[in-house]
């Protein structure tokens, strides 16, 4: 399996998109990969879902709340942020992950995509808000428009955390993505995301989980938690 889709998002004919897997190879360059190797995953990955790859805009991606607008001068660069939006056609937007939650969103009355990453720093720091901020006030999006699917990640059942995690997620009133397993902390990141998504406005069914944890599922996916030095996989979604 090289991709999945989200049922949600291939509803739309004028979207492409997928979340790649294991078997679609490493996409990140900065994981002490073969430089050849990364680039043929992205030109095979492009060929597949039929965008030119010079087109791609990624983030360098630093567990921030920083929602970057895409501009023409990005093709050639790499923002430093963790949420891309556009309503440009043709401009496949990329968020690469091994275990933090990778977000595709659309507002299906502007045209309006997004890709965004969020761990467990991203959701505390509630990346999904500034993003939906982002939407509205940049181009006039309303959040009952918006579409939403979030890829695998590492899922409550491993990511265990220390107790000053489990301390600041309780000061940050996350009480409730809290689990506690044989005296360890167990932190769930997508409880976190669905309810700043719902708090947000958007609609509980244009919410998707693909609800498969990477961490448990190394034959498919990358997982940081269970391999340390590993590849990337990722979700991009473009306006055709
Ligand atoms: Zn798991």
Do not use: W
């Not at 049922?7 to 078997?23: G, I, Q, Y």
């Not at 045209?111 to 993003?131: E, M």
């Not at 190394?218 to 996989?233: C, I, L, N, P, V």
């Amino acid at each position: 399996m090289k991709f999945s889709h989200s049922k949600l998002l291939n509803s739309f004919s004028n979207l492409t998109h997928a979340f790649t897997t294991r078997e679609s190879g490493n996409l990140a360059f900065h994981v002490n990969d073969n430089e050849a190797h990364v680039i043929k995953n992205h030109e095979s990955l492009a060929e597949k879902l039929g965008y030119n790859k010079e087109s791609l805009v990624h983030m360098k991606q630093i567990h921030s709340d920083i929602v970057h607008v895409v501009k023409d001068e990005d093709f050639n660069t790499c923002p430093t942020c963790d949420a891309l939006i556009t309503n440009k056609p043709n401009t496949p937007l990329m968020v690469m992950v091994a275990d933090c939650s990778p977000i595709l969103f659309y507002e299906s009355e502007k045209k309006v995509i997004a890709a965004v990453h969020a761990g467990r720093q991203g959701a505390f720091k509630n990346i999904v808000k500034n993003t939906v901020e982002s939407f509205i006030n940049h181009f006039n999006c309303e959040a009952k428009n918006l579409h939403v699917s979030i890829g695998a990640s590492i899922g409550v059942c491993c990511y265990e955390v220390g107790v000053e995690i489990y301390n600041e997620a309780r000061t940050l009133g996350l009480e409730y993505a809290l689990d506690i397993r044989d005296e360890k902390y167990y932190l769930d990141v997508n409880k976190i995301l669905k309810s700043q998504l719902l708090t947000c406005g958007i609609k509980e069914e244009n919410i998707e989980f693909l609800n498969k944890c990477t961490c448990c599922n190394t034959d498919k996916y990358f997982s940081y938690r269970a391999e340390g030095q590993t590849g990337r996989f990722a979700g991009v979604i473009f306006l055709n």
